[in-house]
């Protein structure tokens, strides 16, 4: 049976793939596995292939050099090559997948070399793959992080969201079983290391852009609250909105206020004892921009401002399922930001958890107030040592940085660089911003504690991560602005158009190193 789309059921909501591509290791040369595509390689100026290439290459008498010598394979990054064997191996065919200059490889382009394969696969309708590790020795990765590196970029790469469209996809195919294959026994222990890891990261971020790319009439804070619910290993608890408010959560409740979608403020613990680290994730299911009205055009884009919650949510059951030693908890405020006779007014002031008060500008700055309060309360009620919050905060960090990089800002360097290193060995790109004194005058109000946002428009990102440091205070704390990255409106590498799962991978190696 071949496998279908991934897409959520309209009565049960629950994702689900008929069969799941399977990901097997094999000890074996790769001139005996039988496949339909067998996947080999070429770093970038290589004339004479060696290893696994070479192998390949004898066994077709030479084809593979010939291509090389000629200038039709040239081993440039992601370019793919078909030769059809003819019978001389048990493969059908073999794929010839460029690795760019050995000097400049590393675990991204692992993951969109196997990710440029993959998607040659399934073109030419392969269903089962077999591939060797690439990278591993002359790319100088580890084994276990060049398999994971393979892992992720397979399953992320060939992530195909179909929603609920009812009328069968003919033309959808996708590949049954992928082999890494391995000569050295030695290795396997390895080589299986890396893909448990790969499968269970790339799972996360492929059901965090599941549930960003669903409609926000299906997924809404009830359905997160029950997702949450089933993570394994993770003690939840969901707070109402009744419940959040008697906590004093009022700057959470004004949002909440303006829709009739119930509010749910998740709480997802992972590990024993006190958590040290809290993970705040906005949860906005559907952003009208309340009585400050977003215009028309791509509002349904806000379906999205939930992405920072998703993030969490999927963090946390990655961090679980790879039993993690850290003592974690994900703070999830969800809600809807609608307008209505009961929604928050500009020129309001508002409280909060902390008993900061907030004047509000713009209504359309509401990510910031769910924020103040998940914030709030892993300070006041979990007395965590640090916080990282994520969220689609600003359209100025999108004019910033573009869809290439998320903004972090922060009160402590070291947590920063941690996560800038973390960023960079999971290929997604994070950009400091300042906090300077300076801009604390634009949200100057007289009348609360601080302004919700701006007037005059500077500095809009910066501004957005001051209002949060006053309520981080003296708890260590970073702030990731993902406005520009959680959703491309076309694809890049081994990301396709819509949702990407941003962060998931870079909060979980942050949280494993």
Known sequence: MGLTARRLQPESLQYFLEEKMRIKVQNLT???????????????????????????????????????????????????????????????????????????????????????????????????????????????????????????????????????????????????????????????????????????????????????????????????????????????????????????????YSVSKGSKEPAKFIIMQYGQGKPEIALVGKGITFDSGGISIKPSRKMWEMKTDMSGAAAVLETMRAISRLKARKSVVGVLPCTENMPDGQAQKPGDVIGSLLGKTIEIISTDAEGRMVLADGIGYAKKVLKVKKIIDVATLTGACVSALGDAASGIMANDQELVDQLIAAGQRTGEKLWQLPLFEEYKEYSKSEIADTKNCTEQGKAGTAIGGLFLELFAEDTLWAHIDIAGTAFLDRGRGYLSAGATGVMVRTLTEYLRS
Do not use: W
């Open 30 to 252: 790769v001139d005996k596995v039988k496949c339909d595509l067998l996947v080999i390689n070429l770093f970038e100026g290589v004339k004479d292939p060696g290893g696994a290439t070479a192998v390949i290459d004898k066994r077709l008498k030479g084809v593979i050099s010939a291509l090389v010598k000629s200038g039709e394979i040239t081993g440039k990054l992601c370019e793919v090559n078909i030769v059809h064997t003819q019978g001389k191996l048990p493969a059908k065919q073999v794929l010839v997948v460029g690795l760019g200059k050995a000097a400049d490889f590393d675990l991204d382009r692992s993951r969109k070399v196997m990710a440029a394969a993959m998607v040659e696969a399934k073109r030419i309708k392969a269903k089962f793959v077999a591939t060797i590790v690439h990278g591993a020795g002359a790319g100088g990765l580890s084994l276990p992080t060049a398999a994971q590196a393979l892992t992720e970029g397979c399953l992320i790469g060939t992530y195909h969201y179909a929603g609920f469209a009812t009328i069968k996809n003919d033309s959808f195919f996708a590949t049954e079983e992928l082999a890494i294959i391995e000569i050295s026994k030695s290795k396997i222990r390895d080589i299986l290391q890396g893909v448990h890891a790969g499968q269970i990261i790339a799972e996360s971020v492929n059901n965090a852009r599941d549930l960003i790319n669903a409609p926000a009439n299906k997924v809404t804070p009830s359905y997160l609250a029950q997702v949450a619910q089933k993570v394994p290993g993770v003690k939840v608890t969901v707070l109402s909105l009744a419940q959040a408010k008697k906590l004093g959560m009022e700057a959470y």
